[in-house]
């Protein structure tokens, strides 16, 4: 299968790619968080051709992006207050909200739930895209399954060419993580099943009178996930990767012994950090071998950058990579979420 890729700037451009869409074909296109391979929401044929594009476990649900709220009550069969409050105030934006699903929707979508996640994307081409196909799109990130998620087009032909007819190029993403997932079935609660932009500190002043809370099963591995993201491993380079969490300096330091002690039995680490942390090991290492994740404690650049970063080192000789992680605490939940998952829990307190 040749994959075409190309900026939509007309309508004619946005029905094309829309009516690949009801074909039952998969476009890919960008929204304000990463890229999603996208399918007709409304077609299981279709949607099963996400799982096979992505190599994706069919019991992990996907996401239908809408381009306004009127589009929830559609696909959803209740719509309560708390997510209705929910999706005024944050969409478009980062933001999935779980509601009990439509009859219509396909169980394919839902990973056989009675649940549906709807998010309505903060990215003109992505609603626009929505609109001229006149169905909700379910799409999960534009990356082979496992993969750090894609944040520009380039990003999503590597994975996806061969694979998809089209690809819509929109740019970089803007945020760089997942929308965040909330939980808003149980009255009175609020669970936050993936962290994102969207944090808990922001949802919480929303809903002064509610709890919102993290859900545990965020680690589970033995159930059935309820959000894309919750059960398998994700976002993974291609070599091993382990984070590092501390003060500035301690991280430093530990970082430092750890570059030396792998370079003293052949190995070629490369790093992952902010600038301070890069500066402070450039007499050690290599700056071939380094990332910059922007300033310390900037949690928005280091998101913006962090999938760039995981895949940055895939094609060189580099056979580890070493990261400084930051604080779990607004955005930085989100990143330290994505930092366990990519190294499969090798996390570093130090």
């Known amino acids: ?91 478009p934006g980062p933001l999935t ?48 399954s496992g993969r750090p998620s894609p944040t520009s087009a380039a990003m999503v032909y590597e994975d996806m060419a061969g694979r998809i007819p ?44 509610i709890e919102v809370r993290m859900d545990a099963a965020l680690t589970a591995a033995d159930e059935a996930p309820r959000a894309p993201g919750m059960k398998y491993m994700h976002y993974a380079p291609r070599v091993p990767l382990t984070v590092y969490v501390g003060t500035g300096t301690d991280v430093a330091a530990a970082l430092r012994e750890e570059f030396l002690r792998r370079t003293a039995v052949g190995e070629r680490p490369a790093l992952i950090a902010s600038n301070e942390t890069v500066m402070a090991l450039a007499d050690l290492i290599p700056a071939a071998y380094t990332y910059h994740c922007g300033a310390r404690g900037n949690h928005s650049a280091f998101a913006s950058c962090l999938y760039d970063a995981l895949r940055h080192f895939d094609d060189t000789d580099t056979t580890s990579l070493l990261a400084e992680g930051t604080g779990a605490v607004g955005l930085g939940t989100a990143i330290m979420n994505r930092l366990r998952k990519a190294s499969g829990g090798d996390i570093r307190f130090v």
């Open 1 to 91: 299968m040749d994959t075409e890729l190309f900026r939509p700037t007309s309508p004619t451009d946005f029905e094309r790619a829309a009516e690949t869409i009801r074909s039952g074909a998969l476009v890919a296109f960008p929204t304000e968080t990463v890229y999603g391979l996208g399918a007709n929401g409304l077609d299981a044929a279709a949607c099963a051709r996400i799982y096979a594009a992505k190599g994706r476990p069919s019991d992990n649900p996907l996401i239908l992006h809408i381009a306004d709220l009127a589009m929830a009550h559609e696909v959803a069969s209740d719509v309560p207050p708390t997510a209705a409050h929910l999706l005024t105030v944050f969409a």
């Open 166 to 209: 089209l690809i819509l190029d929109g740019g970089s993403c803007r945020l760089g993580v997942e929308s965040t997932i909330v939980d808003c079935t149980e009255e009175g609660t609020v669970t936050i099943l993936r962290p994102g932009a969207v944090t808990r500190e922001m949802i919480a002043a929303e809903l002064p009178h």
């Open 97 to 144: 909200v779980i509601l009990p699903k439509a009859a219509r929707i396909p169980d394919i979508v839902t990973g056989g739930l009675p649940t549906v996640g709807v998010r309505c994307p903060d990215h003109d081409v992505a609603r626009r895209l929505i609109r001229a196909a006149g169905v909700p799109i379910a799409a999960p990130s534009a990356n082979t």
